[in-house]
């Protein structure tokens, strides 16, 4: 059985969960902003924390708030550029009653006392795989202070993007780089908790060297789309040419506006 997705933890909810132009511009599409999005952006913008100060609230990853943070600063520049109305709802949080350091500290892996980041990449003979739904074998790597520290290879228990998933749960994987991924796959990465970089090619440990250092290039928009979950090898999983170098920190930030594009 996987293991319930792990909640962040936020110390203070917003105090407004919806933001209109004075202008009449209420029937627009309302940019989603998760309430983990919220939090990350209070902790560092307000309250001027460190990324890993950040990271130690919340019980993540560094990594996983660099994605968080890129992604919330985005869709906050698209409400201030372009007047558009603006709506902090879901995500996967509990709340911390306390503001203590001791009681705020739920990291997911430690070491030392520091926390780690756990980074699968879909594996073939040393190059990211493309087809996440058939992916065999993950090649998992434990991320601390921008260094990967540890590595192994691993094989999948099932295939299939569910299993999969569950797989990377019980593996405690805290984000994700593959090439192509379907629709379903992303919405059950994004239950699951796990960030995701969609449209990486060449070789896996290169991608996960980039990642640990934050200059990793990937595609938001890349996907499997033959039948949006378990695809076969005679079709095209798409990558768009235009790739992005930590633009917007994960790949599932693409339609934040809470609609497809």
């Not at 004075?22 to 209070?42: C, P, W």
């Not at 919330?72 to 550029?81: Q, T």
């Amino acid at each position: 059985m996987p293991r319930p997705c792990k909640k962040r933890c936020i110390a203070e909810t917003p105090k407004c969960r919806c933001f209109f132009p004075a202008d009449g511009r209420e029937n627009k599409l309302a940019i989603k902003l998760s309430v983990e999005e919220y939090e990350v952006i209070r902790l560092m913008d307000y309250e001027n924390l460190t990324q890993a100060q950040c990271a130690q609230k919340i019980g993540v990853g560094r990594t996983t708030v660099q994605g968080i943070y890129r992604c919330a600063r985005k869709k906050m520049a698209d409400f201030i550029v372009n007047a558009l109305p603006l709506e902090i709802e879901g995500s996967h949080y509990r709340l911390t009653m306390e503001f203590d350091e001791k009681s705020k500290t739920y990291p997911r892996m430690t070491r030392g006392g520091n926390i780690m980041t756990r980074v699968a990449v879909t594996y073939e003979n040393g190059e990211v795989f493309q087809h996440f739904g058939h992916s065999e074998r993950f090649k998992l790597y434990d991320v601390e202070e921008n260094r990967i520290i540890a590595e192994r290879i691993v094989d999948t228990n099932g295939s299939g993007h569910g299993a999969i998933v569950g797989f990377l749960q019980a593996e405690k994987v805290d984000a994700l780089i593959c090439g192509g991924i379907g629709m379903g796959a992303q919405t059950a990465l994004s239950d699951a908790g796990i960030e995701f970089y969609a449209g990486v090619q060449g070789s896996a440990d290169a991608a996960a060297k980039a990642l640990a250092e934050g200059n990793l290039a990937y595609d938001p928009d890349a996907r499997c789309d033959h039948h949006d979950h378990d695809h076969g090898d005679d079709h095209d999983c798409g990558h768009h040419n235009e790739h992005h170098s930590g633009e917007c920190g994960h790949g599932h930030c693409a339609g934040h506006h809470g609609h497809g594009n």
